[in-house]
């Protein structure tokens, strides 16, 4: 990909993107989780524990490429992208949950992200780059910059003008959405002798993985009584995942550009299903809700 692309751009591109999440936040998105606890906890449980399972169980049963493997597994340690804020939006979720889970999300995925692709490098055993992503301080205070620092002055901004994050925030989501085309096709532009194997590998494993995290983005949290427009919202919050993100660990972290072909395909892959995901769900009729009756 080129060693300025590589070392400074992709850095750069994934930091608009946070820098654009960070201009819709505030700290009362924060505040939510304690007045909306159940929604919030089955999300997070779903994209922390549960999509880790299924990736794992998903790469293993295919007998992927142990490269690619570790890839998938960053991909799923990866947290929701800004674009489920706007798969809710259009498709009636509620885009407050939404900012919440991407927020705290983010924050988390500054322990667990490094976490399960340092025990993925561990079991699956690829040499790649320097061997791991790691826990040392090194390693997790270059993912605390890539993920936190741009969020953080995103959220500065706003406290200091909000109109003027307001007007910011348009330009940047669609300098953020040509930055993730660009980002996806720089990435298999990298690998592209080998594109047309890594598609033929990781598509299906990646359309299934898809499917799955909308799945259970939308049906855990039902099943726990959590009400619809919030279980809508979960849904494209664990579906969607953050693959610039991915990406630019994969690259810029860990060094290896295959390691990022799983997310950029998935970054394709994903946008179709989400939106057949989102006209299934309206679609479907809303469960009804029996009056309560008068008290005796």
């Known amino acids: 990909m080129g060693t300025v692309l590589t070392s400074v751009g992709l850095p750069v591109a994934l930091a608009v993107v946070m820098f654009g999440l960070g201009l819709s936040l505030t700290v009362a998105d924060f ?23 299924v990736c794992f169980g998903l790469v293993v049963g295919f007998g992927l490429d142990p490269v690619l493997a570790v890839g998938m597994m960053l991909l799923a340690a990866s947290p929701g992208g800004t674009t489920a804020n706007l ?116 598509g299906l494993i990646a359309a299934l993985f898809c499917v799955c995290s909308l799945t259970a983005g939308y049906l855990l949290p039902r099943v726990l009584k959590v009400e619809r427009r919030q279980a809508i919202a979960s849904a494209f919050e664990v579906g969607i995942h953050n693959s610039t993100l991915a990406i630019t660990i994969a690259v810029t972290v860990v060094g290896s550009e295959r390691l990022a072909v799983p997310a950029a395909v998935y970054g394709i892959v994903m946008f179709p299903i989400a939106a057949a995901a989102g006209y299934l769900l309206t679609r479907s009729p809303a469960p009804s809700v029996a009056p309560e009756q008068p008290a005796a």
């Open 31 to 53: 505040a939510r989780v304690v007045r909306e606890p159940r929604a919030v906890a089955v999300a997070l449980a779903t994209q922390l524990v549960v999509l880790p399972l």
């Open 87 to 202: 798969f809710s939006h259009l498709f009636r979720g509620d885009v407050a949950l939404n900012i919440t889970l991407t927020a705290v999300n983010s924050v988390l995925a500054v322990v667990t992200l490094p976490l399960v692709v340092n025990l993925a490098l561990g079991h699956f055993g690829p040499a790649i780059g320097d061997g791991a992503v790691g826990l040392e301080f090194g390693k997790v205070a270059q993912v605390f910059a890539i993920v936190l620092v741009p969020v953080v002055l995103g959220m500065l901004v706003r406290r200091w003008s909000a109109s003027l994050a307001d007007r910011a925030d348009r330009p940047v989501r669609i300098v953020s959405a040509v930055v993730l085309v660009a980002v996806i096709a720089g990435t298999l532009l990298a690998e592209r002798e080998n594109v047309g194997t890594y598609l033929a590998e990781t």
